[in-house]
């Protein structure tokens, strides 16, 4: 599987896009970053998981608390316990779209 460096509009951490079984991943590190890092790119990436056949990876040091509540009416999540301590989490789009979802509420509160 390549990993492909994409350009994500409001990011500030590297994106990566790679395919598998039939979906599009688009993944992102924040595990060394300080609030408000992760929040900041999870909303910036959410934003292009427009279909059912696209993913969000986000690697993180912890559960990000402060974020699913956000985002819990539009996407699902799945929460794996990495080998060295951090989590990956993959979000997937619920419905047809992310109706709920205020993209621009980056404030980290968890």
Do not use: R, W
């Not at 688009?26 to 595990?31: H, K, L, Q, V």
């Amino acid at each position: 599987m390549e990993k492909e460096s994409i350009e994500v509009v409001g990011a500030t951490l590297p994106f990566y896009k790679y395919q598998k079984d039939g979906i599009t991943y688009y993944e992102f590190d924040s595990s060394i970053s300080e609030p408000p890092t992760p929040m900041v790119n999870a909303m910036s990436g959410l934003k292009l998981i427009d279909s059912k056949d696209k993913a969000l990876v986000m690697i993180n040091h912890k559960k990000p608390m402060g974020l699913l509540p956000k985002i819990e009416e539009d996407f699902t999540y799945t929460i794996e316990d990495l080998p060295d301590g951090k989590v990956k989490l993959i979000f997937k789009l619920k419905g047809d779209s992310a109706k709920n979802t205020n993209f621009e509420d980056s404030a980290c509160h968890g």
